[in-house]
C-alpha cells in the first residue's frame, strides 16, 4: 500500500513525476475523476484552513467525496481512543485517510495501523509533504530548482514546511540560507543529514546580509502552538519581517514563498510587489493534492 509520509521517501524522480502530474491537471491536459465512487476521511486534529481545504476540494475535483473530523473535542480521541484504534476504525468507512496531528511521528504510527492509504498532512514539528509539493511546485512555475539560491526565514526548529523542504532541496543541490531568531534554528539532526545529501548551508545573523543573492526567499511564521512557554515566543517575536525596504535591491526573478497562515512576518506592502507568489502557492495546493490522492488512490 502507498502511503505518503514524509518527502524523504521520495527519490528525485518521484517528486518530479508527482510535480509533472499536478501540471497535467492544472493545466487541463488530464481530465481526473479517479475517485468517483470513492471516499477520504479528513482527521485534522489540529487547525488547519488550507490543506483541509484544499484537499476536499482535491478529492471533490476528482469525483469523490470526504468524511471529516476537525478537532480531537468532536472525536472519541477526547474519550481516550488511541490514534491506532480511530485509524483502523476509519479505514473500515473509506478509501483513504488524510491526517493532520499534533504530534511529530503520528502519520507514521498511523500508516501502521490503518488498511487504506495515509496522507501525511502535517505531524508536529515533523514533516508536511503536501505542502514541500506544492511548494516546489511554485518554485517550478518561476525557475528550474536545479542549484538555486534559498533562503528560509523563521522559525526553522519548529517550522515543519521549512524541514520538508529543505529535505527535497537536497535533491537538487541547492545552496541554502537559513536565517533564524536565536533558538529557533535548523534543528542539528535536519543540518546534518543535509550537509549528507551535498546540500551547502549558511547560517546568516541577517537576512540583509543575503537577500541580494537569493533565488527564493521562504518565510515561516513562528510555530507560538510549539513555544514551551509565552516568555520564549515574546523574546523573539516581531525579530524579522519582510517589508518592501528589505526587498529592493533584489533579483528581478526572486520570488517570496510562505506556507501561510502568516502572522505579522510579510508587510502586506509586499503583496502587490512581483516578487510575492505565496497566494498562488496557496493556490497550487488543489493540483498537487489531486495529483497526491490519485497517486495513493490509483
Ligand atoms: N500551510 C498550511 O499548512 O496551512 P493550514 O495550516 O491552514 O493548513
Known amino acids: 500500500m502507498y502511503h505518503i509520509i514524509s518527502i524523504l521517501d521520495f527519490s528525485r524522480e518521484q517528486i518530479d513525476a508527482l510535480l509533472e502530474k499536478a501540471r497535467k491537471i492544472d493545466k487541463h491536459i488530464e481530465i481526473e475523476r479517479s475517485l468517483e465512487g470513492k471516499q477520504v ?30 478537532s480531537v473535542e468532536g472525536s472519541s480521541i477526547i474519550k481516550g481512543e488511541t490514534l491506532a484504534d480511530t485509524v483502523r476504525v476509519v479505514s473500515g468507512y473509506v478509501d483513504a485517510i488524510v491526517l493532520r496531528h499534533p504530534k511529530e511521528g503520528a502519520a507514521r504510527l498511523a500508516s501502521e495501523f490503518a488498511t487504506v492509504p495515509v496522507i501525511n498532512a502535517g505531524d508536529g514539528a515533523g514533516q508536511h509533504p503536501s505542502q514541500t509539493l506544492l511548494d516546489l511546485y511554485t518554485i517550478r512555475q518561476s525557475m528550474p530548482l536545479e542549484g538555486i539560491n534559498v533562503g528560509l526565514i523563521g522559525d526553522l526548529r519548529y517550522g515543519r514546511t521549512a524541514h520538508s523542504l529543505a529535505q527535497a532541496l537536497s535533491h537538487y543541490h541547492v545552496n541554502l540560507f537559513t536565517i533564524a531568531p536565536n533558538g529557533l534554528e535548523l534543528p542539528e539532526t535536519i543540518q546534518l543529514e543535509l550537509r549528507d545529501m551535498g546540500t551547502d548551508i549558511c547560517e546568516c545573523a541577517e537576512v540583509q546580509d543575503v537577500i541580494r543573492d537569493l533565488d527564493v526567499l521562504y518565510v515561516t511564521r513562528l510555530q ?8 520564549t515566543y515574546v523574546n523573539v517575536q516581531q525579530s524579522y519581517k519582510v517589508t518592501p525596504q528589505l526587498l529592493s535591491g533584489v533579483k528581478d526573478h526572486l520570488i517570496v514563498l510562505h506556507p501561510l497562515p502568516r502572522a505579522g512576518e510579510i508587510d502586506p506592502a509586499v503583496d502587490s510587489l512581483p516578487y510575492a507568489r505565496y497566494f498562488e502557492q496557496a493556490r497550487n495546493g488543489i493540483p498537487v493534492r489531486m495529483a497526491m490522492l490519485r497517486e495513493v488512490m490509483q
Open 41 to 70: 476521511a479528513l482527521l485534522f486534529f489540529e487547525p488547519s484552513t488550507r490543506t483541509r481545504m484544499s484537499f476536499a476540494s482535491a478529492v471533490s475535483r476528482l469525483g469523490g467525496t470526504t468524511i471529516c473530523v476537525d
Open 224 to 231: 507560538r502552538e510549539r513555544f514551551p512557554d509565552s516568555a
